[in-house]
């Protein structure tokens, strides 16, 4: 336990930056804007990111609550560097799942362990709240950890109720430090984080965060090549592809694309040769050689194309075009448009049914599900789902489509013959993006809004865990997904 008082940061450099990003936060946490403010991260050098996550609470732990008013990093010569926390209470109810206690950008270097302010404690008794005396000082948990230039590192920490408790009356909190293992390959997943340059690796069946990837800007669309275990990341920010060797300790390389293509996202053929990638600032698509990692054609399509969609076959993709209202039907082989289809207004996002013959779009500035026949190119259906639908998902074993709309916590569950409401889901915030991990049967949405990813089993339809992911998160990817 280090007994002498940590010294404050020096460097002027290293003290500005952190400054401004938490200036930035400032801002984008107003709560008088009208309209959101994206400003994008620091571009790390010098510098790496530490990420700290506090594990659910033991069993034994579910009368306890605590108050964190500060944690720091601290150097090996003593210097201190605060985070900016993400949570601050911790309750039985707030920590049923893995929390993320707070980040900072660090210099690279050496760090001894971590200070915690306790604000307050108080544990459950036959009687009601008691009231615990919280530590007069900081509280040192000592833990070596390195920090890299431009990585990040994630410190895991799980409360010692027993140890933190004395005599129940005081509260000290004791924290076993630990850097997590990597998950196996089957039970990996990724989390695009538009707004903090990062990807979040979590262990679905844990569903727990291991790690971070720091990555170009504005990452967002994201693919797994399951034979080749890689992942590619679509550089909105930087107009290229970032390439995630899983197999090679998450080594990065990039696909370099054109100035001002502003990729968006991306699908890979079913055998891993082509990667499609659409570029919403250039209204192209790329035909991209993952072997060769180089583009090697692209197409016109429409305006500000998002959404790509392959077929099973991998001999047809679909791409939808926001300001045109329309779906560009593009052949793979020939690297060509071979129709357009008309749609509802900006259309968002869409999926093939389990037959591949239907293409069901959803729009962001129409109330109307468009149900397009694939065998006439021709609208089959239009059905009413409301206003904001922000994510489909179709379940490929029972053809059942999810619906999730802007500012609504319930999922429309609609009957693949009727496209009709059947059921529902009542998750824990708006997602804004579902997938489904086909091993564990689970409908994984993002919630953007808080900045969490859902577990909900479909068979009970009801949320078994939650995590925290980054900032602006955007899409998930896991293996095994269906």
């Known amino acids: 336990m280090n007994e002498n008082p940590p010294k404050r940061m020096t460097s002027r450099g290293t003290a500005l930056l952190i400054v401004l990003w938490a200036a930035v936060l400032a801002v984008l946490a107003c709560s008088g804007c009208h309209a ?32 964190v008013a500060g944690v720091s990093a601290i150097k090996n010569d003593g210097t201190e560097i605060p985070l900016t926390l993400r949570l601050t209470e911790a309750t039985p109810a707030t920590m049923k799942w893995q929390r993320m206690l707070g980040s900072a950008i660090l210099p690279g270097g050496r760090y001894s362990g971590l200070s915690f302010r306790i604000a307050g404690a108080g544990i459950k008794t036959d009687e009601g709240r008691m009231a615990l005396l919280p530590p007069e000082k900081p509280v040192m948990i000592e833990f070596p950890f390195v920090v890299e230039p431009q990585k990040a590192v994630l ?14 009356f005081s509260f000290s909190p004791v924290f076993k430090a630990e850097i997590p293992g990597r998950p196996l390959w089957g039970l990996t997943g ?58 090679a300790d998450y080594s990065l390389t990039r696909i370099r694309l054109s100035i001002g293509d502003a ?14 990638v659409s570029n919403s600032g250039s209204n192209t698509l790329s035909f991209v050689d993952p072997a060769s990692q180089s583009e090697l054609a692209r197409v016109i399509v429409g305006s500000r194309p998002g959404a ?29 448009v071979v129709a357009t289809l008309p749609t509802e207004t900006s259309p968002l996002w869409a999926q093939l049914n389990r037959r591949g013959d239907r293409l069901l779009v959803i729009h962001e500035l129409s109330p109307y599900l468009v149900d397009i026949d694939l065998t006439t190119r021709s609208t089959a259906k239009r059905v009413y789902v409301g206003m904001g639908a922000r994510t489909i998902k179709i379940d490929t074993t029972t053809d059942q489509i999810y619906i999730a709309k802007r500012g609504d916590s319930v999922i429309d569950v609609f009957d693949p013959f009727s496209l009709l409401p059947g059921n529902f889901i009542t998750g824990g915030g708006s997602p804004s993006y579902l997938t489904i991990d086909g091993e564990h049967n689970n409908l994984l949405a993002l919630l953007s809004g808080s900045k969490r990813l859902q577990f909900i089993g479909l068979v009970g339809k009801r949320e078994v865990a939650q995590i925290d992911v980054g900032d602006e998160p955007y899409r998930v990817v896991v293996a095994g997904e269906r």
Do not use: C, H, W
Not at 162 to 168: D, F, G, L, P, Y
């Open 36 to 67: 959101p403010v994206v400003v994008a991260k620091p571009q790390l050098f010098a510098e790496g990111e530490l990420f700290l996550y506090l594990e659910p609470f033991p069993r034994d732990a579910n009368r306890l609550d605590f108050t």
């Open 155 to 168: 410190v895991s920490l799980t409360l010692d109720e027993e140890a933190s408790v004395s005599k129940r």
């Open 190 to 247: 990724f989390v695009t984080n538009k707004g903090a340059n990062t990807i979040a690796v979590f262990d679905k069946r844990e569903a727990r965060v291991t790690e971070f990837i720091e990555t170009g800007r504005a990452p967002a669309g994201i693919v797994f090549d399951q034979a080749a275990r890689r992942a590619y990341v679509a550089l909105s920010g930087d107009d290229a592809v970032e390439v995630i060797d899983l197999m």
């Open 263 to 276: 990729p968006a996202e991306l699908a890979l053929t079913p055998d891993g040769r082509t990667l499609l």
């Open 308 to 336: 790509v969609i392959v077929d099973r076959l991998g001999r047809t993709a679909y791409v939808l075009n926001t300001l045109s209202n329309s779906v560009s039907v593009v052949d793979i082989a020939r690297r060509a």
